[in-house]
């Protein structure tokens, strides 16, 4: 049986942030009183959005840091790329702004786990038999 030793580390902060703007959402649709969309409340919607965009990067990212532990990938590659991931789902909410497209904390966060991304796919390559 093959342990992780690397991955956990980043998935449970990974997790907590979920919650957190999870729950962001869902304090605010309450106290809108919006059940479904955003109502056309900036506010929700970059919300939802924050929530969206971490569901849409950090589940593909998790799976290749897995993958690429399975396979063997140093563990200084694995921090660097489980590492970027984090910062970047920190920063991201906070720059992603409705009225502000290029917020720094919104570039440091997408180009953070552009990097990770990176870093993983080329692990998973250079893992790859020939």
């Not at 919006?34 to 939802?48: A, K, T, V």
Request: charged share 10%; proline share 4%; with cysteine.
């Amino acid at each position: 049986m093959t342990t992780l030793a690397v991955t956990p580390l980043y998935a449970l902060p990974l997790a907590a942030i979920f919650l957190v703007l999870w729950f962001n959402v869902t304090r605010t649709r309450a106290a809108l009183n919006i059940s479904i969309g955003d109502g056309g409340n900036d506010s929700l919607h970059e919300r939802i959005r924050c929530h969206g965009n971490f569901v849409e990067w950090v589940p593909m990212l998790l799976i290749l840091l897995i993958v690429a532990e399975l396979v063997g990938a140093g563990a200084f590659w694995l921090h660097l790329a489980g590492g970027l991931t984090v910062l970047g789902r920190v920063a991201h909410p906070f720059g992603l702004k409705a009225r502000q497209a290029t917020h720094v904390m919104r570039i440091v966060g997408n180009s953070t786990n552009i990097a990770a991304l990176l870093i993983l796919i080329v692990l998973l390559a250079l893992a790859l038999p020939l």
